[in-house]
């Protein structure tokens, strides 16, 4: 069976679940953050009040600069469910050599959750390149408890080791597919991963995979559901690895499926469940993926007394 997924399975790895636009932030600070030991902007990030829900707090960035510059872009990064309250969208400054530069903002936090708040300053130059330099503060706000720290929660959960359909979309409005929990995510209390497909076309050699974080994510019962239970019966179910859970065969058009899987947190994370669902059909006598579609899910189980109880 594994074999023939290698074969024929073309998709993503888990590790990739998080939106573009996350991926493209993450990219851009981590470039930053491997030019800022050598950079001659520094800059330091603190927060002075409590981030309680819905309570204002202070923002404070220093960056001090071993060089003089012009025109240099300072602002805040915040994340959705964050806002600034009282700051510009960016600072222009002109910076002198050795001096340091105090920046504030007041903040609120708008909903209960995990962020990651960015102060950083840049200076652009007439070839493409820059001289970064921020500070970020990660946290985690539930009503009056929080937690602040210039490191991340630790994470527990794993990826998966092999990967399910669903990676490049071919033909995807033959299938509707959706992909949800059943319930909150928490600690300890198991919630269902459900990953409802209803093909349009009647598909001969179907094959379905769902996949969840590992470690401190844990999974189990899968099974599938139709209207008719004869439907159920033609897929035939495989299991390869933690977390990682297969069925192939028929399915008929117009009927809805129902995969279920069982999820429990033991220990506070974040990644998330993958599920895709592809045909495989004959081209010039060739054997290939004729139709391909799915969803992912990002979870986060973070809360500040388990950030507090893992240091």
């Not at 573009?20 to 981590?30: E, H, I, K, S």
């Not at 309570?55 to 994340?79: G, H, K, N, Y």
């Not at 990826?159 to 979309?169: D, F, I, N």
């Amino acid at each position: 069976m594994k074999t023939w997924w290698k074969k024929y399975l073309r998709i993503v790895r888990v590790r990739h679940w998080i939106t573009a636009a996350a991926v493209g932030l993450c990219t851009v600070l981590l470039l930053a953050g491997c030019m800022a030991a050598s950079s001659p902007l520094r800059a330091s990030l603190a927060l002075e009040g409590r981030p309680a829900l819905g309570e204002p707090f202070a923002l404070r960035l220093e960056l001090r600069t071993s060089m003089a510059f012009t025109d240099v872009a300072v602002s805040f990064v915040l994340p959705a469910g964050v806002e600034l309250v009282s700051a510009p969208e960016e600072w222009r400054v002109d910076m002198d050599l050795n001096q340091t530069y105090v920046f504030t903002a007041t903040a609120r936090v708008l909903e209960n959750g995990y962020y990651k708040i960015v102060g950083s300053g840049r200076k652009d130059t007439p070839y493409g390149s820059s001289f970064p330099g921020f500070d970020a503060l990660y946290v985690l706000v539930e009503g009056e408890d929080t937690w602040v720290s210039h490191y991340p929660p630790p994470n527990h959960w794993e990826s998966p080791r092999q990967e399910v359909p669903g990676a490049t979309p071919l033909q995807p409005e033959l299938i509707q597919n959706r992909l949800y929990l059943s319930g909150t995510l928490t600690l300890n209390q198991p919630v269902t991963a459900v990953y409802e497909v209803t093909p349009l076309v009647d598909l001969q050699h179907a094959s379905v995979g769902m996949a969840t974080s590992i470690g401190g994510l844990r999974s189990s019962e899968p099974h599938v559901e139709a209207g008719d239970a004869t439907l159920t019966a033609a897929l035939k179910f495989s299991s390869s690895g933690e977390g990682m859970y297969y069925w192939t065969g028929p399915m008929k058009s117009q009927q809805t499926y129902s995969f279920y899987l069982t999820l429990e947190a033991a220990a506070g994370g974040q990644g998330g469940v993958r599920a895709g669902v592809m045909e495989i059909g004959s081209v010039d006598s060739v054997s290939r993926e004729i139709i391909e579609t799915g969803q992912s899910l990002a979870l986060s189980l973070y809360s500040p007394s388990l950030a507090r109880s893992a240091r």
